[in-house]
């Protein structure tokens, strides 16, 4: 700890830390607005999760917010001055909606709000992350695992305190409060982009970038001569490359960039050659086979299967009754559970082959769907399973599973940050997780929608818990489109 403060700062250390720990502890304030739409609102499963969806939908466009930190400077500035319209927008929704009952009891104004918040929070989680990613390199490469180790502590800890905490103050404070108390950390988030000192990006360094030429090599090269992937660490071989294997030399694509002229333009201009040029980069990057298959099986591995957890929140409130405390408990069992899978990953799974990762994957979280028929079923008790050894279980089990999934395109992600778009790149990976998680659940709300799965009936649930259990088979069946020879270090 004492070499990080050496290296970074301790302002840059404890912003990145409370943001990561912001992040994690929103589940504080969404367990409440759980029991908002449920409870207050008087909302069906399937219109509760939709709702749910339509608020995230802020986490599947982060590119977006990643261009415009890279690309248009305010007052000079790339990462401050987004962090604090980022906090601002992460701050007021929840004062209004502690603050005025009008707006809390109106489903819409509630969309709005929540999706206004979630803004605020993709975007303040693109640009720490690009801050990570530039305080990183250079002479302090060294401690760049540190330093993200350290983000990932403060983010699950955070996460802990918010569960646990999240649970026990439903059944003693009024959810208004809880949204109220919540304000506290956006505002000394606040507060702390003040101690942080950036450098002024000249106009000079625009011109640069926007008028700066880059190569992309597709059969077998790197982006920008260190970064991307070659052909032997990928060893794809597909039909088509079959076909075309007389044509198959190395063809380089020249990024033809706008130049910019020796006399000053007009700063508008240089932001928008900026902008085009990240536009087109990222674009260059993204269509390359080494990235686009595997992203298109993280995605489908998301849309293939429905997303039903907002219906199993109602029939465990519901039917099983079990307290909020009990399932701020459950979650944090949850993060423990996906600690120990990055564990368990990093020890014994990182040099398989990443087909045989994610098969195994698929194959667990269909089993872990039977854990849930088991429990619809009222199995359980008839061999002497209590419903909360259940969901206790099935939830840590969940969550590690779940980061078998997720932790290769973590180092995928990281591999990939050219100069210059450094949120941008890595913020598309995860947004197309995210992307695929909000269709996955706009698919479970209309599959609760159509078998009349509502809130006191709950007859068809267990139907609709074996149609997603068979539906985590499909992704298996596109696995051509992960790399034959990838690894986990290697991906």
Sequence with gaps: ?????????????????????????????????????????KLSPSA????????????????LYGIFSDCIPIKGRKRIPYLVISTVLSLVPWL?????????????????????????????????????????????????????????????FGGICGSLLGGYALTNIEIDRIFLLFTVLPAIQLLSC???????????????????????????????????????????STKKR???????????????KPQIPEKSNPLVIQWFHSLKAAIYSLYSAFRQPEILRPMAWFFLAHVAVPNLSTVMFYYQTE???????????????????????????????????????????????????????????????????????????????????NQFKFMPFLILSGQLCPPGIEGTLFALFMSINNFGSTVGSFLGAGLAS??????????????????QALCTFIPIAFLFLIPKGATGVSA
């Design 96 to 156: 209004i909606l502690g603050l005025n009952a009008f707006f809390r009891s109106s489903t819409w104004h509630l969309i709005v709000l929540l999706t206004a918040q979630n803004l605020g929070s993709a975007m303040a989680d693109v640009v720490v992350d690009a801050m990570i990613a530039e305080a990183a390199k250079s002479e302090r490469a060294a401690f760049a695992g540190d330093l993200q180790s350290l983000s990932w502590l403060a983010m699950a």
């Design 319 to 401: 039917i099983l009754n079990l307290e909020a405390s009990f399932l701020g408990t459950a979650r944090v069992v949850g993060w423990v559970g996906l600690m120990l899978g990055t564990y368990t990953y990093n020890g014994y799974l990182k040099r398989l082959k990443l087909r045989r990762i994610l098969l195994l994957t698929q194959v667990g979280l269909s089993i872990l769907s039977f854990l849930d028929i088991v429990l619809v079923s009222r199995m359980n008790l008839t061999i002497g399973i209590s419903d909360k050894t259940m969901v206790l279980y099935g939830s840590a089990l969940a969550d590690a599973v």
């Design 242 to 256: 079959k076909k075309n294997k007389k044509n198959q030399k190395k063809r380089v694509f020249k990024i033809r």
């Design 48 to 63: 509760s999760q939709f709702v749910a969806a339509v608020a995230f939908f802020p986490w599947s466009i982060k590119p």
């Design 1 to 41: 700890m004492k070499q990080l403060k050496n290296a970074f700062g301790v302002s840059f250390l404890w912003l990145i830390c409370l943001i990561y720990f912001t992040q994690g502890f929103r589940s504080f304030v969404w367990t409440a607005v759980s029991y908002q739409l449920k409870d207050k609102l």
């Design 194 to 236: 003040g101690l942080v000192k950036e450098n002024r990006v000249s106009t000079k360094v625009l011109k640069e970038f926007s008028s700066s030429n880059g190569y992309h090599q597709v059969n077998g090269s790197t982006l920008d001569d260190e970064d991307g992937f070659s052909e032997e660490k990928y060893n794809i």
């Design 450 to 467: 159509s078998l009349s799965i509502s809130s006191g009936s709950f007859d068809n649930l267990l139907l609709g818990i074996s149609i």
